[in-house]
């Protein structure tokens, strides 16, 4: 079974501008979670979706950050415009559903880099 | 809110010996608890997970851990560690009202040959 695919593994930009990342989740996943992990900490929820339809955003800089999952399955992370802070891993996650201690599946991440 | 706290940002045992790695959980209610592995430039990978049922789990790669309500504690423990143990560790939790997952800050695991 294949795993969560994300792109590009890597991303160097200067401050100020854009940058999207993709994810794949594993087939047949209706949930899916966008994390940011800065060093040194653990993983915060930036996004979560159940199919098409956005459940937790609470946690997303809406002012720069979007996000979106068409058709229920691939998804898209956005920053626009970038600033320093914003450097950090941006992992993809995927679950079959959002039940209560359903297991979350990891994505290698994306490493951005803000200059 | 749910908090996690790992104690110890860094642990370093020599190879062969009792691996501990200590978490913390605040809240009133038992949460569903989880402990993952990350290896260099690798997404989070999942050791075990306690979902109200034994209180003694048990996981992959002979890692297990015990959830303890008394001293709200999930500590993740192995008998003998390996040098390929060698990674970050965090702790997680979400309470039954709530699916965000919430992070501790992660403990690295430095194994000494």
């Known amino acids: 079974e294949a795993g969560v695919a994300q792109s590009p593994r890597y991303k160097i930009i200067e401050k100020r501008q854009s940058v999207a990342f993709w994810c794949n989740p594993i087939?047949?996943?209706?949930?899916l979670y966008w994390y940011q992990q800065i060093l040194g900490q653990g993983p915060k929820l930036l996004i979560q979706f159940q199919n098409n339809g956005v459940v937790d955003d609470s946690q997303l800089p809406k002012d720069r950050f979007s996000a979106e999952r068409l058709k229920g399955v691939d998804s898209t992370l956005k920053i626009q415009p970038a600033k320093l802070e914003d450097s950090a891993v941006y992992l993809c996650a995927s679950s079959l559903g959002a039940p209560a201690g359903e297991t979350q599946y990891f994505g290698p991440g994306t490493r951005l880099l803000v200059l | 809110a749910q908090s996690v706290t790992q104690l110890g940002s860094h642990v370093s045992v020599s190879e062969g010996a009792l691996v501990l790695l200590r978490c913390n959980y605040s809240s009133s209610v038992p949460p569903y608890l989880f402990w993952y592995v990350q290896y260099p430039n690798q997404g989070l990978q999942l050791l075990l997970k306690y979902t109200s049922a034994a209180t003694l789990v048990k996981g992959i790669n002979g890692f297990e851990a015990e959830f303890k309500k008394s001293e709200t504690s999930f500590h993740l423990t192995k008998p003998s560690a390996h040098m390929s143990d060698a990674a970050e560790y965090f702790c997680?939790?979400?309470?039954?009202?709530?699916?965000?997952?919430?992070f501790g800050k992660g403990t690295k695991l430095s194994v000494i040959p």
């Open positions: 997680a939790a979400h309470g039954a009202g709530s699916y965000q997952l919430t």
């Open positions: 087939s047949g996943h209706a949930t």
